[in-house]
């Protein structure tokens, strides 16, 4: 997925975002409140399968036999799609007449009024999340070494996302946003235990094949 179909549906959401805004009532309105808990909850889900994903290739886990072209392309599907949620998601945040976040709240940590840790860990999740998807843009003009360090930092992204969405969201008190943050995080951690697990596996096996 280009980073013009990116561009244009993160245009896309932040217009339908700033419709809601205008037409919401100023009293009692929540369409750019509401816009931000979906918008932030997408753009967790999409990263939180991109990472799966990421992992899937890497090790070459291909469920169903399907190709590891097919696997890859939608790795990088749902990591342009986060980027762009996750955009809606801080346009809806700045347009909402209660939590009055700003643009500087927005690039740097620890500066919003509204729980300021939570919210900050939230930011360098987006930093880290545009270094990652930079480091796939470049990947082929800088050594595999530095893009393959860059490209890890979807790790800590998508921890940071992680904790940023339970401890931030208001949404955590519901049965149904834990349990999908849990089973996220525990399928994120069986696959990365695979992957570490199957790494030894595959050492140990080449350790002790004969030499021919």
Same mark, same amino acid.
């Given at each position: 997925m280009s980073w013009r179909v990116c561009a244009l549906l993160a245009a896309g959401l932040v217009a339908g975002i700033a419709y809601g805004r205008v037409t919401q009532d100023p009293d009692t309105g929540t369409a750019t409140w509401d816009a931000a808990r979906a918008a932030g909850f997408a753009?967790?889900?999409?990263?939180?399968?991109?990472?799966?994903?990421?992992?899937?290739?890497?090790?070459?886990?291909?469920?169903?036999g399907g190709p590891l072209t097919l696997f890859l392309e939608a790795h990088r599907i749902c990591s342009t799609l986060a980027l762009s949620f996750v955009a809606g998601h801080v346009a809806a945040l700045l347009m909402d007449p209660v939590v009055h976040f700003s643009p500087v709240d927005a690039v740097l940590p620890?500066?919003?009024?509204?729980?300021?840790?939570?919210?900050?860990i939230g930011t360098i999740g987006l930093w880290l999340l545009l270094v990652t998807l930079g480091s796939t843009a470049v990947a082929g003009r800088i050594p595999y070494a530095k893009w393959r360090a860059l490209h890890y930092l979807a790790f800590p992204c998508y921890l940071a996302a992680l904790v940023h969405g339970?401890? @931030? +969201?208001?949404?955590? /008190?519901?049965?149904?946003?834990?349990?999908?943050?849990?089973?996220t995080a525990a399928a994120t951690a069986a696959v990365l235990?695979?992957?570490?697990?199957?790494?030894?596996?595959?050492? @140990? +096996?080449?350790?002790? /094949?004969?030499?021919?």
């Open positions: 753009g967790y889900l999409l990263l939180w399968a991109s990472t799966v994903l990421g992992i899937g290739v890497h090790f070459r886990l291909r469920p169903g620890f500066t919003s009024g509204y729980r300021p840790i939570q919210v900050g339970i401890t @931030a +969201g208001t949404d955590t /008190s519901s049965t149904a946003a834990l349990t999908i943050y849990a089973a235990f695979g992957r570490v697990l199957g790494r030894g596996w595959v050492a @140990a +096996g080449e350790a002790s /094949s004969p030499v021919r």
